[in-house]
């Protein structure tokens, strides 16, 4: 049995999706004979044709507006946007017919486009490849947003995501593609996906308990969060992590009930701290959970510049060292 990773998951569930459901239909750049840049839909159209997993001209309005009509008409397009920064060419049809038909019809029209974009950085990427753009998906009404950060996630919230009668925004962290390192789940082969359970769109996952301080991630951040929880403990630290793997829906419960644990709370992500969703996680646990709080809730963030070229990248994404930084300031002294 091969160890399972994140790309083989992925692949899993649009193979499954495809197989389970003919509505199901998967269009965007070289993800036909190529099977993508990461090779996430690879083998799907040898298996199920051209039309089923279609390869699409480089016009990323062009094809989420393709997708529009097709779930319009009762399909379940999948598209892969290949990078973040790819993407933004299409974010007028996103924001302006994919989050509103639904409401703009009264209900009649639903749109069930799953939209798949590799996100954020840590792989060397160059300028327009490791953008973290979640925030701009995550104001938009309309949308789902979620991201994976296991693989047992990967295939269940994509399976979810291809399900779901709203439209998804399925963010992919690149650097956790071939990671095999899972928190919810055994090492497993690649026909065993579907054993494991995992909790729906909406839903938040405590990753690890803790008694000190709760830190508050999602996707790339997952494992950064992790390491500084084991390494916090030689400085006295219990360290809880959450994983909050859906942004929209947002789960206030299980987060606020992570934070009231433990008093102090710290937000990581890759993106921009400035108007990021770090800001709005802040101020929900802060308005929900003030009189439980200790200290401030902090975060640790991407600085406010454009992503850098992939020498600096070190420099610039939230590490072990700054977390441990901000739970440092946590006003331990009271």
């Excluded at 995550?138 to 949308?143: D, F, I, K, R, S």
């Excluded at 829906?249 to 701290?273: I, K």
Aim: proline share 6%; glycine share 8%.
């Amino acid at each position: 049995m091969s160890a399972a990773t994140m790309v083989r998951a992925l692949n899993a569930a649009l193979r499954d999706s495809l197989r389970e459901d003919a509505r199901v239909h998967i269009l965007g750049e070289d993800v036909g004979t190529l099977g993508g840049v990461f090779r996430v839909t690879d083998g799907l159209a040898a298996e199920f044709g051209a039309q089923r997993c279609l390869d699409t001209p480089l016009a990323e309005a062009g094809i989420l507006g393709t997708a529009v009509g097709m779930a319009m008409y009762g399909l379940r397009p999948v598209v892969e946007l290949q990078f973040d920064a790819f993407a933004y060419p299409a974010f007028e049809q996103l924001a302006s017919h994919v989050a509103k038909m639904r409401n703009r019809t009264a209900g009649k029209t639903t749109l069930p486009i799953t939209i798949r974009i590799p996100y954020g950085g840590g792989v060397g990427g160059v300028e327009h490849h490791s953008d973290s753009s979640e925030a701009y998906y995550a104001h938009t009404p309309g949308l789902h947003v979620v991201t994976p950060a296991t693989v047992a996630d990967g295939y269940g919230l994509l399976r979810s995501a291809i399900a779901s009668d709203d439209p998804v925004v399925f963010l992919e962290p690149k650097r956790l593609y071939w990671s095999t390192d899972d928190q919810s789940m055994d090492q497993r082969s690649t026909d065993d996906f579907s054993a494991a359970e995992v909790p729906p769109i909406g839903r938040a996952v405590v990753r690890r308990t803790g008694t000190s301080a709760t830190l508050l991630t999602y996707g790339p951040s997952l494992p950064v969060c992790l390491q500084a929880a084991a390494a916090a403990r030689s400085e006295g630290w219990d360290l809880a992590v959450v994983d909050l793997r859906s942004l929209v829906p947002f789960d206030d419960e299980t987060v606020c009930e992570a934070v009231r644990a433990t008093g102090r709370a710290v937000v990581v992500h890759e993106a921009a701290g400035f108007g990021g969703v770090g800001a709005e996680i802040a101020a929900r646990v802060s308005e929900r959970c003030f009189h439980h709080l200790a200290a401030p809730v902090l975060r640790v963030t991407g600085f406010d510049i454009p992503y850098p070229p992939p020498m600096l990248e070190h420099h610039y994404l939230p590490s072990v060292d700054r977390i441990l930084d901000a739970v440092a300031r946590l006003q331990w002294e009271q």
